[in-house]
């Protein structure tokens, strides 16, 4: 296990990458596979990890931060694949799965304002604009869902009503658990498919972002952080 952690890097099924072959366990069960180097623990979760195992993984590894790189759907009509968000606001739609640590205990639920970690989002936010330029955005609205499945046309539609600017999975309930274990969180989604459009038309193969340009961008969001102390 390396002696220090500057941030811990949830990054999603499907998404090529080196082998992650040490397995992170926890109270809450396994946390998911995992890969280090240098600052960063690289974490890829299994389809039945519980979010509140990443949680616990990040804390015990006494991360500064924890960074949800997902893959969404546009529902912004400005968004395109290829694009990267940094959402500075959420609507959760996840079902089923845990929403605190504290289940039966009375201690209510934490206020989410602001819902990300500030001094993760300017790193994260810095890095991008060095790493990728104009295909960014540092604002908009995450609609959290139980993926991985991709939304209908109907849905997608009814998301933008609530002010929904892009959809995906596996950041919530991620986000506000850690929260509650003091653990500073942010997500950085990549659009992977335009805003569905027809129920009729099957949507296009998705994009997903090279490992060496996720590789560059965390490395340089850990270092911009490690500067900070």
């Known amino acids: 296990m390396p002696g220090k952690t500057t941030l811990v890097v949830l990054v999603p099924n499907g998404l090529r990458h080196p082998p992650f072959a040490c397995s992170a366990s926890t109270p809450y069960g396994l946390a998911g596979f995992w890969w280090a180097q240098d600052e960063v623990m690289w974490l890829c979760p299994q389809p039945e990890t519980d979010p509140r195992a990443v949680v616990m993984a990040a804390k015990e590894w006494h991360a500064r931060g924890l960074i949800c790189v997902a893959l969404g759907i546009a529902l912004s009509r400005l968004l395109r694949p290829g694009d990267w968000v940094v959402p500075d606001d959420y609507v959760d739609l996840t079902r089923g ?8 205990e009375g201690r209510g639920y934490l206020p989410q304002i602001p819902p990300f970690a500030p001094e993760l989002r300017h790193a994260l936010l810095n890095s991008l604009q060095d790493e990728v330029g104009p295909r960014h955005f ?11 499945r991709v939304p209908t046309p109907a849905e997608a539609r009814a998301w933008r009503l609530l002010g929904g600017d892009v959809a995906a999975p596996l950041a919530l309930p991620l986000i506000y658990l850690a929260r509650e274990q003091e653990v500073p ?6 659009i992977t498919q335009p805003l569905p459009q027809r129920p009729d038309t099957a949507p296009p193969p998705a994009a997903l972002p090279a490992w060496d340009e996720l590789e560059r961008l965390i490395v340089r969001t850990a270092q911009s952080l490690s500067r900070s102390t």
């Open 97 to 104: 799965g845990p929403t605190t640590f504290f289940e039966g």
């Open 138 to 148: 540092d604002a908009g609205v995450l609609v959290g869902y139980t993926g991985p």
């Open 185 to 190: 969180a942010a997500t950085a989604i990549y």
